[in-house]
């Protein structure tokens, strides 16, 4: 009898359409050969097969690393704007802040405090200058 190995984490399995890729690996690999092959036939004549090989490779080798690269389940282009993001865009040092919920109590009992004076009518004076009615 046979025994087939079934995977624990099915979020890892990719739907595959033809050939055993997925629709991502076959539109890069169309795209890689739309752009790779003309030029290889344009620079063949003129510049030698091998340097036209060379400038094929060089121009087909994104579209391969597109399609085929994964790190911790996310391709290539995720990877890269991660890079840019942490390397360009933000901060080089981002200090550690917390609010402070000691003094936000205080300040709220500060506020509760002026506004019960103001209510009970004694802290008119400080506030606009004059002295409480009696």
Known sequence: MAYVPVPKDLSKIKTKVAFNLTKRQIVCFAVALILGLPLFFLLKDSAGTSLAAFVMIVIMLPC???????????????VIRNIIQTKFVRLKERPYQTENFYAVLEKQRKLEKEVSAIVKGTNKGKRTGKKPRK
């Open 64 to 78: 391969f690393l597109m399609a085929m690269y994964e790190k911790h389940g996310q391709p290539l282009e995720v």
